[in-house]
């Protein structure tokens, strides 16, 4: 098989692999529950990664005449992390790594690779550029510009410097080309893939009426967070409310107006979890139920939250075609026990707390 059709399935192979890789890292960390900066990840773990893989390329060549084979895939390596990762490496960081590399390959006695070097930063820091200001209808034709111009000057250094012959020049300025195209359409393709998949994910896992997340996704969070409380010893909290006399809204109103209770409702519960902490999280569970999960707090730790939430729910009205509908709920709160064997049973122990404050009279807090 032709080297660059191998190398093409090698190029495409290491950035799917990256792509497993730091998915694989993102979904671990928030299993764990450890909050990270996506940026800060994507741009350490692209860094690492490209690092590793350029270097060990590299170093089956070191100190050969021919040490230039590999140079159009870490050129790929460079554009990837500059323009399709979006990292910014300043230049204060950029230059030790090129500086380290130079010595490694042996080459900082060369003034044709000192001007490799300072093309090769140019090169990371116009793509990087290119990403930042892409506000043009055809960021592929100055994509693929920039990619001609400085390829073409990298590989002129390199011919100069391994006086390598005007046809093999051109040949693997040719390759590159080509590399840098199958690249970004590659990118672009698995780019579209993954923000349809994330769509339809947050579709699933979202209520559509009330943009809060749904039963779908309490379902896998409240497994998650059982497990881990359970053989962890951490305090877990749940309460679940629903809206007084909801059906006779409906009646009354019609439909309309009870989709707009039930919108002010979530907007009023989730300005008061924005206010104390991110971490507890609101679904809509059923027609105008509603769990919140309380991670780490214990019963009397949620009490404020959940007072807080109650005196707000219990003293708002909706205005509906010149009509004031007056809301009213009724929660029901309680936290894991050693007796609850599945999620099942935290839930069922919550949804009888429900059940009293309802039967008592409504408009009121049960909890044990």
């Avoid at 111009?149 to 250094?157: E, N, Q, T």
């Avoid at 100069?160 to 390759?175: A, H, R, T």
């Avoid at 109650?310 to 004031?324: I, P, W």
Wanted: charge should be negative; proline fraction near 2%.
């Amino acid at each position: 098989m032709a080297p660059f059709v191998t190398g093409i399935f090698f190029i495409l192979g290491v950035f799917t692999l990256y792509q497993v890789l730091y998915d694989w890292v993102k979904s671990l960390l928030n299993v764990k529950g450890i909050k990270f900066s996506e940026n800060l990840l994507n741009a350490w773990f692209g860094v690492l990664y490209m690092l590793i893989f350029i270097f060990s390329m590299q170093s089956s060549l070191v100190g050969q005449n021919i040490s230039w084979e590999f140079m159009n895939f870490q050129i790929i390596a460079l554009i990837y992390c500059a323009y399709f990762l979006n990292i910014r490496l300043p230049y204060y960081f950029f230059i030790p790594i090129v500086l380290v590399y130079m010595f490694f390959n042996n080459s900082i006695g060369y003034w044709q690779s000192w001007c490799h070097a300072i093309t090769l930063m140019s090169t990371y820091w116009s793509f990087n550029y290119l990403r930042r200001h892409e506000n043009h209808d055809h960021p592929f034709h100055i994509y693929i510009v920039l990619g001609i111009v400085f390829g073409a000057l990298m590989w002129f250094f390199v011919k100069l410097k391994f006086s390598l012959s005007w046809m093999i020049f051109l040949q693997e300025w040719g390759y590159l080309v080509l590399f840098e195209m199958l690249l970004y359409s590659y990118v672009v393709m698995i780019l579209r893939d993954s923000n349809l998949k994330m769509h339809l994910l947050d579709f699933a896992n979202h209520d559509a009426l009330t943009k809060t997340e749904n039963y779908a996704a309490y379902t896998s969070e409240i497994k998650y967070l059982f497990t881990d409380s359970s053989h962890n010893k951490l305090n877990l909290s749940m309460l679940m409310f629903d809206i007084d006399h909801f059906k006779q809204v409906n009646d009354t109103y019609g439909h309309l107006a009870g989709d707009k209770v039930l919108q002010h409702v979530v907007d009023v519960v989730q300005t008061v979890i924005d206010e104390n902490d991110s971490k507890i999280k609101l679904y809509r569970t059923g027609g105008e139920e509603f769990n919140v999960l309380f991670p780490g707090y214990d019963l009397n730790s949620t009490e404020q939250i959940v007072r807080e939430m109650f005196g707000a729910l219990n003293h708002t009205t909706v205005e509906y075609n010149g009509q004031t509908i007056l809301i009213s709920v009724s929660m029901g709160i309680s936290q894991i026990s050693k007796k609850d064997q599945e999620p099942a049973d935290f839930y069922k122990r919550v949804d009888n707390n429900l059940y009293r404050s309802k039967k008592n009279g409504r408009m009121q807090i049960t909890a044990d």
